[in-house]
């Protein structure tokens, strides 16, 4: 069965600091583009950072570059969201998603993070 399941959400002050994990079963994580999006309170889903199956390129929105890092441990089928410096912009529901180069995409059950004082 797949499985993508998220920990490391919960509150934090602003500057403060979380590590997001999705632990991945049931499929060969290591051929899957890994994807962390968020969701605001009415706001569009955003891509937040991306972490690409082969080459490991990444990418990042332009409001968490610098302060968030995407990685990925094969060997653990994790792929990992570590954020700092978090702002008050930065609450949101956070989904990470798994997506081949064939017709299959998978999606975590979400986290929150909340950052406020």
């Known amino acids: 069965q797949v499985q993508l399941v998220q920990s490391g959400g919960g509150l934090v002050q602003p500057g403060g600091s979380l590590r997001l994990s999705c632990a991945a079963s049931?499929?060969?994580?290591?051929?899957?583009?890994m994807t962390w999006y968020r969701q605001a309170p009415g706001k569009e889903r955003e891509l937040v950072a991306a972490?690409?199956?082969?080459?490991?390129?990444?990418n990042y929105a332009d409001s968490v570059k610098g302060r968030f890092t995407i990685s990925r441990d094969n060997a653990k089928n994790t792929v990992y969201l570590q954020m700092n410096s978090l702002k008050p912009e930065d609450t949101a529901v956070y989904y990470c998603?798994?997506?081949?180069?064939?017709?299959?995409?998978?999606w975590g059950q979400g986290t929150q993070v909340t950052v406020s004082s």
């Open positions: 998603n798994a997506k081949s180069r064939g017709p299959y995409a998978f």
């Open positions: 049931g499929f060969t994580f290591s051929s899957y583009d």
């Open positions: 972490i690409t199956a082969i080459a490991r390129s990444t």
